[in-house]
């Protein structure tokens, strides 16, 4: 990814890349826990969080929620779940497998977040 000095291209091309890498692992039939998902997906939260947007002290970020909240918008995901919950009706395949999908990457990238934050604590220099 190229850089860019202005936050809201760079979250919106990171977006775009973090859904290719699901739709790429979910054509293959890949988990996004595997390589090359994983590798492709941590690269992109290392690049987030050098540009310090892993984080909410901005309204425009790359946390996990916003992430997961940016790209249910762009799949329509918010409405379906409202309305299947309002109209008591199942979900369709395809629509699962994209929770799952906003699911699993939310899930590691938040694990990244808390093991980035808390890596000086346990590894200070040794005295």
């Keep these: 990814m190229t850089e860019s000095n202005?936050?809201?291209?760079?979250?919106?091309?990171?977006?775009?890349?973090?859904?290719d890498v699901l739709q790429e692992a979910a054509q293959a039939a890949r988990p996004i826990e595997v390589d090359p998902a994983r590798t492709q997906l941590f690269q992109l939260f290392g690049e987030a969080s050098r540009q310090g947007l892993v984080c909410d002290e901005f309204e425009s970020n790359l946390t996990a929620d916003s992430i997961c909240s940016a790209l249910s918008a762009r799949w329509g995901l918010k409405n379906t779940v409202q309305d299947s919950v309002t109209k008591q009706q199942r979900l369709t395949g395809e629509q699962l497998a994209q929770m799952r999908s906003l699911w699993s990457?939310?899930?590691m990238w938040m694990e990244w977040t808390y093991a980035w934050d808390r890596w000086a604590e346990y590894h200070h220099a040794e005295k």
Excluded: K, N, S, Y
């Design 105 to 107: 990457v939310m899930r």
């Design 6 to 19: 202005d936050p809201a291209q760079f979250i919106r091309q990171t977006l775009d890349r973090i859904e």
